[in-house]
């Protein structure tokens, strides 16, 4: 198994709030190498900037975010709210796992507040189903960069924004990470997406988001009995692997 996580997740700053924290620790105690992947740059997140400046300021924020803890950032650069599953994003999202070969890769929860991150999570399921098989994307005659996956990775996903799904039902994670001694290092890579702080106020109603983010990890915290946590649940469906490498590293709960 290679020490390798992936995150794909939407926008810019998705990762910072949902599952940072987890990253991080895997980084931090057991030397894996992250990479944080986001479908689109964030072209519309701003009522200001055009939709170039806000992707380029964005991209930055993203990469600063992920270079000040030692990951690396990529942006697939689909359109905001032009995430679709399809053959195009498909093919992309699968090229990635091939050039990170990661043993876990974490997503959007299947159901969530935004379209994009309902989306991604399909792209990121099918990628890690296509990753492994040979006649996907290598086909005679056409060369890839890398090869195939040796076997489907650990997937996750997130929690939905707010923890419920657009009806406003309640998704309960499966599984909790402590992330009590990484809240700082979240935090600060989260400040670095400056752009959103206005725009949030604006379009979604959220005074401070970091103040948002320590709230809701407080609050998953609360429901695990530490200071902060992050909530996941696991891909376990036929030929996905069935152990857990959150629990088996990180003792998740
Ligand atoms: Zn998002």
Known sequence: MSKVALAVLAHP?????????????????????????????????????TPDDISRIRRAEGAAACRAVGFTYHCLGVLDLRV???????????????????AAVFTHSPEDYHLDHEQTSTLVRAAAFAAPITNFLHRPGHSEAHPPL???PHLYYCDPLDGKDQFGRAVPPAMFVDISPVIDR????????????AWLRKHHGVDNLIDSM?????????????????GFRQHLGHSYPQNSVLRELLSAM
Not at 15 to 32: K, V
Not at 215 to 221: E, F, R
């Open 150 to 152: 040796d076997a489907i």
């Open 13 to 49: 700053d998705d990762a910072e709030f949902l599952c940072a924290g987890t990253l991080l620790r895997l980084h931090a105690e057991h030397g894996w190498a992250v990479h944080v992947a986001t479908m689109t740059a964030g072209d519309c997140g701003s009522a200001e900037h």
């Open 84 to 102: 679709r599953y399809g053959d195009e994003q498909l093919n992309t999202v699968c090229r990635l796992l091939h050039a990170v070969r990661p």
């Open 214 to 230: 320590k709230a809701w990890s407080a609050q998953q915290g609360g429901r695990c009995g530490v200071a902060f946590a992050e």
């Open 186 to 197: 979240k935090a600060a890579m989260l400040a670095e997406h400056e752009s959103q702080r």
